[in-house]
T-cell receptor
Framework: KNEVEQSPQNLTAQEGEFITINCSYSVGISALHWLQQHPGGGIVSLFMLSSGKKKHGRLIATINIQEKHSSLHITASHPRDSAVYICAASWETSGSRLTFGEGTQLTVNP | ETGVTQSPTHLIKTRGQQVTLRCSSQSGHNTVSWYQQALGQGPQFIFQYYREEENGRGNFPPRFSGLQFPNYSSELNVNALELDDSALYLC???????????FGEGSWLTVV
């Protein structure tokens, strides 16, 4: 069964802190996505990766294929980073269909 | 701006009614997927359309149905609405074989 698990479910941080959100998945994914969802509901794709590491501004995503694990890091967090962060995976057998984790509600306080 | 447009953004329906949600996908994207997201949960896959044909379905009953049109826009239809159908419905478009996926803003459905 294709599964994605994410932790923590909720995360509160002070402005400036380094934040890590974790995601584990079952074997054989073709791609791992990190997504951001704001209260209005729309989802924005942050990263798509199948190996290694990607960086965009203060956001870093890593994936360890052997460990079946991915992390999203936010450096120098800011209140505007407050949102739900979701990891999602796709498998070769399911094409672009995504299986989502439950999401991490991040709140960054000033 | 993802290029994926959904309508309506919000709607309220009565139990037993039918609803149609619409999605205009990113230009050239031939694959559209629909997801249901209940409050506080991650999205769940409903079904996917590729070149006007259903191309995979999640664990949803037959009263959830869809269409994809020649211009790759799509509809999600739900018959005999139930209270538990209240959720955010998300449309995502992609190009087959390419993993980049673009989401719309979603349609918030409330069933009373």
């Amino acid at each position: 069964k294709n599964e994605v698990e994410q932790s923590p479910q909720n995360l509160t941080a002070q402005e400036g802190e380094f934040i890590t959100i974790n995601c584990s998945y079952s074997v054989g994914i073709s791609a791992l996505h990190w997504l951001q969802q704001h209260p209005g509901g729309g989802i924005v794709s942050l990263f798509m990766l199948s190996s290694g590491k990607k960086k965009h501004g203060r956001l870093i995503a890593t994936i360890n294929i052997q460990e079946k694990h991915s992390s999203l890091h936010i450096t120098a967090s800011h209140p505007r980073d407050s949102a739900v962060y979701i990891c999602a995976a796709s498998w070769e057998t399911s094409g672009s269909r995504l299986t989502f984790g439950e999401g991490t509600q991040l709140t960054v306080n000033p | 701006e993802t290029g994926v447009t959904q309508s309506p953004t919000h709607l309220i329906k009565t139990r037993g009614q039918q609803v149609t949600l619409r999605c205009s996908s990113q230009s050239g994207h031939n694959t559209v997927s629909w997801y249901q997201q209940a409050l506080g949960q991650g999205p769940q896959f409903i079904f996917q359309y590729y070149r006007e044909e259903e191309n995979g379905r999640g664990n949803f009953p037959p009263r959830f149905s869809g269409l994809q049109f020649p211009n790759y826009s799509s509809e999600l239809n739900v018959n005999a609405l139930e209270l538990d159908d209240s959720a955010l419905y998300l449309c995502a478009s992609s190009l087959a074989g390419i993993h980049t996926i673009y989401f719309g803003e979603g349609s918030w459905l409330t069933v009373v």
